[in-house]
């Protein structure tokens, strides 16, 4: 990896945060515990680490940050749930026996991609209030509720790195659904089913993780007849998604999106630089399903590209299981979107059920940068940050791909070439 002075200037400018927030937020627990008891700083506690990554890629000022979490009002033990369907009060995060929902200030959109392009740091940048209701309050307000079988629901998984940002920028562009980019409580959900299980599949999953899982995502697309896009953010154990989505809403629409794993691995090096790629290295082995985790003990190697890469092949390989048996969950690459802009965009709209009309406002996404309003994957990083994979780490991403997973990756790219149902093979 190249260095610059600039770089040095931006990795020093990053570590520096890092010293000063997390000694700092530490400190700010205590002494808030003694003053005001543990409630009124939950959501400090929870977002220790999320606190500090945002001091790195956000606008929003280190004293901003620290003095809105001070003063939150949090809410407990909830049991009237009307509050849920107030315009204002979104999803936040979900725990073992909780629900926690948010409400932001008034005329915050957490459906835009400002002023960030993620819907956790729109609410983060925008939350007056913390309400935390238990799951049983949850579930009996929905069982109250006419019931929902997911139609407006579509679900787009991920690799990362791989032009889904701007995917979700395509359909926010159409006017036709409500987008929300890589909600965390998806991901919380994904780790409480998998500390339940030794494995995620249809027969495995009992009646009470497709319960949690449902709930979920009729809170997060609260409004039955309004469309919703949902972008999955990857990892962070979401490998079990695509098993058990269906079943816990049978008519939610399923697509995921790929690119060639060489990119995408210099992508995510290049965007978490030294210190951020080895903490994503460690989340991604740390997330993983049992299963997957003993076929990494069997390959592992402590190079951070060889960990990128096999994590990249658990991701796809949970597609590659489900879309064995479902011809109705669609894949796409970044690498179709590049080809053919509009062919891409017509097949997609038309996947979650958007006519062809809303193609070209679709595609006015196009004109944008769909990074700019995430600085650690802006240009202005990436281009400053030299990232090297050699051809052997390559052939080995090449061989485990095909001895482990039945995944054929082709190219000096590593582009898979039997991804199954694909958009240019399906007949639409």
Request: include cysteine; glycine fraction near 4%.
């Amino acid at each position: 990896m190249a260095w610059s002075l600039s770089l040095i200037l931006l990795e020093g400018y990053n570590l520096l945060l890092i010293l000063i927030t997390v000694p700092i937020t530490r400190i700010l627990q205590e002494i808030l515990d003694l003053i005001f008891g543990s409630s009124r700083v939950d959501c400090l506690k929870r977002g220790t680490h999320l606190f500090c990554y945002r001091a790195l890629c956000t606008k929003v000022s280190i004293l901003q940050k620290i003095s809105q979490r001070l003063f939150l009002r949090v809410y407990r033990g909830l049991e009237d749930m009307s509050f849920v369907e107030r315009d204002d009060v979104t999803l936040y995060a979900v725990e073992k026996d909780k629900f926690v929902f948010v409400k932001t200030r008034p005329g915050a959109d957490m459906y835009s991609e400002e002023p960030y392009p993620f819907f956790r740091m729109n609410q983060e940048a925008a939350t007056k209030e913390l309400l935390v209701a238990s799951h049983e309050a949850v579930f009996r307000y929905l069982d109250s509720k006419p019931r929902r079988d997911g139609s407006n629901i579509a679900l787009l998984y991920v690799l990362g790195r791989c032009g889904s940002t701007l995917t979700n920028q395509l359909v926010q562009c159409s006017g036709q659904a409500l987008t929300i980019c890589e909600p965390l409580t998806i991901n919380h959900v994904c780790r409480i089913i998998n500390e339940r299980n030794e494995t995620v599949s249809k027969s495995s999953s009992s009646s009470e993780d497709l319960k949690l899982l449902r709930a979920c995502l009729l809170l997060l697309a609260k409004h039955p007849h309004q469309r919703y896009f949902i972008k999955v953010q990857p990892f962070g154990g979401v490998e079990c998604l695509p098993h058990i989505a269906h079943l816990a809403l049978p008519e939610v629409t399923e697509m995921f999106l790929y690119r060639a794993l060489k990119p995408v691995t210099t992508s995510y090096l290049k965007m978490g630089g030294p210190y951020y790629s080895r903490r994503i290295c460690s989340h991604m082995i740390d997330t993983m399903l049992p299963k997957y985790r003993r076929i990494w003990n069997k390959v592992q190697d402590t190079d951070q590209r060889k960990v990128i890469l096999f994590s990249l092949l658990v991701q796809m390989h949970s597609f590659f299981l489900e879309a064995a048996e479902r011809k109705n969950i669609k894949s796409y690459s970044y690498e179709s979107l590049m080809a053919d802009k509009e062919g891409f965009c017509r097949s997609l709209l038309k996947h979650i059920g958007v006519g062809p009309e809303h193609v070209p406002s679709s595609l006015t996404a196009l004109n944008k940068d769909s990074q700019a309003n995430f600085a650690p994957a802006s240009s202005t990083v990436l281009k400053s940050r030299k990232v090297e994979i050699p051809d052997e780490v390559m052939e080995w991403a090449r061989k485990v791909a095909r001895d482990e997973f039945g995944v054929e990756l082709d190219g000096p790219e590593c582009f898979c070439t039997n991804f199954p149902n694909h958009w240019t093979t399906c007949n639409y």
